[in-house]
């Protein structure tokens, strides 16, 4: 089982705990796939755009006395890695199960089942009643990933530091573990979720098979194939693709974890909409990162949206636009917590400045 990468946590937790009221504009609730303005091509040219060298998110230091985010996030993070390790064992076919679990368990931050515990514990909820659904959407997102990577999609050979899952098992063995990963994500929140309502399990599921099917995860990706190389898109375009490619995990990791925690229609709500700003802002700091750090510094192959002639906010607004935008979003989204209990709140005030403000 492999832990959180902490070297990432050290370079960014004096900035993780920026919190204050703000003023925020309304976001529209979760759209479901509509007709483009435009239309998009079926092929998907690569043309190269060089451009300057730029610089990523400025830091704002701001330490919170009373809330340690590196320790709550590398305690969040080595449970969650339990439970995922316990939750996909290694048993016959042991191919299908060892790919499934070479990318499950290689690393990362943990960021979107984290957000589900911190949202459960926000409504009143206990961890325990959220942790399979927090394994659930860690699978799915590890599922796409998979899928991401492989030579019909982005055709990168590197993923989290490590080759990715085809370059090790071959592309066959790859998308069917993405399709059992994705298949066992419903299993177990149906399954193992205790001390939940069988009405909300349901409308848990339900929320996740929305976010992450035709009108949600896969809309997006599908736009984004069709759209690259285009010069006639604009923001409205962008974000449409993000809401739903980028957004939509981390707004049903949220929103998945107050609905099991007991939350109020209203809590819910609120939080749906403080996820959707977060998720747009992983996007834009994304898209930023891909230009301003290396493959070794990210895990990952950088630069490659600027190859494909991917839409990404830089291209669209340019860098110091781009960094404005995402301190705006990170204002709005803080500013949906502003009515909860600020204790409990602190973990997602913190993964929203984490976000923000993070170096790979």
Not at 76 to 104: E, F, G, W
């Amino acid at each position: 089982m492999s832990c959180v990468n902490l070297a990432a946590w050290t370079q960014t937790c004096s900035i993780f705990n920026q919190a204050s009221s703000r003023r925020s504009n309304k976001t529209q609730p979760f759209r479901t796939l509509k007709t483009l303005p435009v239309s998009l091509a079926s092929q998907r040219p690569r043309r190269p755009v060089s451009i300057s060298a730029v610089q990523t998110l400025e830091e704002n230091p701001a330490p919170s006395p009373t809330f340690d985010f590196k320790s709550y996030m590398i305690q969040k993070a080595s449970t969650v890695n339990q439970a995922l390790d316990a939750a996909v064992s290694l048993k016959d076919p042991v191919k299908i199960h060892d790919s499934m679990r070479y990318s499950l368990l290689a690393g990362g931050k943990r960021v979107r089942p984290v957000l589900c515990l911190a949202a459960c514990d926000l409504v009143g909820g206990h961890e325990s009643m959220a942790m399979p659904a927090a394994c659930s959407i860690e699978m799915i997102h590890t599922m796409s990933l998979i899928h991401d990577d492989l030579p019909c999609m982005d055709n990168d050979p590197l993923r989290r530091g490590k080759p990715t899952n085809h370059t090790i098992y071959g592309e066959d063995v790859a998308v069917l573990a993405g399709d059992a990963l994705l298949a066992y994500a419903f299993e177990h929140i149906a399954v193992c979720t205790k001390g939940v309502s069988p009405a909300r399990i349901v409308r848990a599921i339900a929320e996740l098979a929305k976010y992450i099917g035709a009108d949600g995860l896969v809309a997006g990706q599908v736009v984004d194939i069709n759209s690259e190389g285009r010069k006639d898109l604009g923001i409205e375009h962008l974000e449409f693709i993000h809401e739903h490619k980028t957004a939509a995990l981390l707004e049903a990791a949220v929103v998945i974890g107050a609905v099991l925690g007991g939350g109020t229609d209203n809590e819910v709500e609120k939080l749906r909409t403080f996820a959707r700003c977060i998720g747009l802002l992983f996007q834009v700091v994304d898209d930023i990162l891909d230009l301003t750090k290396s493959s070794k510094e990210l895990g990952k192959t950088a630069g490659k949206d600027l190859v494909a002639d991917k839409l990404t906010y830089p291209k669209l607004l340019g860098i110091e636009e781009s960094k404005k935008l995402a301190e705006k979003l990170n204002k709005d989204a803080q500013q949906q917590l502003s009515e909860f209990d600020q204790e409990k709140a602190a973990p997602l005030i913190a993964l929203a400045n984490y976000i923000a403000y993070r170096q790979n």
